[in-house]
C-alpha cells in the first residue's frame, strides 16, 4: 500500500524559533491530512490539502502541498509551548472510504 | 456532543485472556476504525466499518475481530491477548459523504499492556 514518511521523526527548538515537518510519498497522493497529538492524548484533526500546489494557512501554521503532489510540509513560525507533540501526516486515500494512511509523525518539544 | 467515546481508558491483560475494547461515537458517521500506535510507527489501521453490517481489515488486523450492528457502535475484540499486543488503541470515525473537507474525530485512546 500507499507509504508515507515523514521527516525528521525529533526536532527541539527553542520557543520563537520556527519548525517545519516534511512529508514525502513515492506515489502520487490524494489528498493529505495533518494531525497533532498532544504527549498523552489522541489526534486531532488540523487540516486537509487537496489540490496541487495548495498553501493554507491556520494563524503561524502554513501547509503546503507539493506540485507533483508527492510531498506536503508543515511550517510553525515562531513556535510556542503549546506547539509541542507529534504532527502527523496522513494520506486519505483515493476511495470514498478514505482510508488514513499515516507518516511516522515528527515529535516536537519546544524549550522555553 | 460527546465525539467519540473509548472505554476502558487503561487495562492489564494475562497472556491468552479475551476482552473487548468499547467505541461509540453520536455524531451519526458512517466510517469507523480502530488504529493501534506504537513508538516510532505511527498509527495503523487495524479494521474499519463503513456502515452497520460492513467491516474490513485494515493493515495489522491479525487477532482482532470487528462488528458493527449499529451506527454508533464499533466493539473491538482480542480473541487471546499476547505481549505484542500491548499497544495505545485509538477508534475514530468520519463522516464519509460531506460536501466539507473534513477529519477524523479520534476517541481519547485505550493503553492496553499484555503480561
Known amino acids: 500500500g500507499q507509504q508515507v514518511m515523514q521527516i525528521p521523526q525529533y526536532q527541539h527548538v527553542q520557543e520563537g524559533e520556527d519548525f517545519t515537518t516534511y512529508c514525502n510519498s513515492s506515489?502520487?497522493?490524494?489528498?493529505i491530512q495533518w494531525y497533532k497529538q498532544r504527549p498523552g492524548g489522541h489526534p486531532v484533526f488540523l487540516i486537509q490539502?487537496?489540490?496541487?500546489?495548495e498553501v493554507k494557512k491556520q494563524k503561524r501554521l502554513t501547509f503546503q502541498f507539493g506540485e507533483a503532489k508527492k510531498n506536503s510540509s508543515l511550517h510553525i513560525t515562531a513556535t510556542q509551548t503549546t506547539d509541542v507533540g507529534t504532527y502527523f501526516c496522513?494520506?486519505?486515500?483515493?476511495?470514498?472510504?478514505?482510508?488514513?494512511?499515516f507518516g511516522q509523525g515528527t515529535i516536537l518539544t519546544v524549550h522555553p | 456532543n460527546a465525539g467519540v467515546t473509548q472505554t476502558p481508558k487503561f487495562q492489564v491483560l494475562k497472556t491468552g485472556q479475551s476482552m473487548t475494547l468499547q467505541c461509540a461515537q453520536d455524531m451519526n458517521h458512517e466510517y469507523m476504525s480502530w488504529y493501534r500506535q506504537d513508538p516510532g510507527m505511527g498509527l495503523r489501521l487495524i479494521h474499519y466499518?463503513?456502515?452497520?453490517?460492513?467491516?474490513d481489515q485494515g493493515e495489522v488486523p491479525n487477532g482482532y475481530n470487528v462488528s458493527r450492528s449499529t451506527t454508533e457502535d464499533f466493539p473491538l475484540r482480542l480473541l487471546s491477548a499476547a505481549p505484542s499486543q500491548t499497544s495505545v488503541y485509538f477508534c475514530a470515525s468520519r463522516e464519509l459523504f460531506g460536501t466539507d473537507p473534513n477529519g477524523y474525530t479520534f476517541g481519547s485512546g485505550t493503553r492496553l499492556t499484555v503480561v
Open positions: 496522513a494520506d486519505a486515500g483515493g476511495t470514498s472510504y478514505g482510508k488514513l494512511t
Open positions: 506515489t502520487t497522493l490524494s489528498n
Open positions: 490539502l487537496v489540490k496541487s500546489g
Open positions: 466499518s463503513v456502515g452497520a453490517g460492513i467491516t
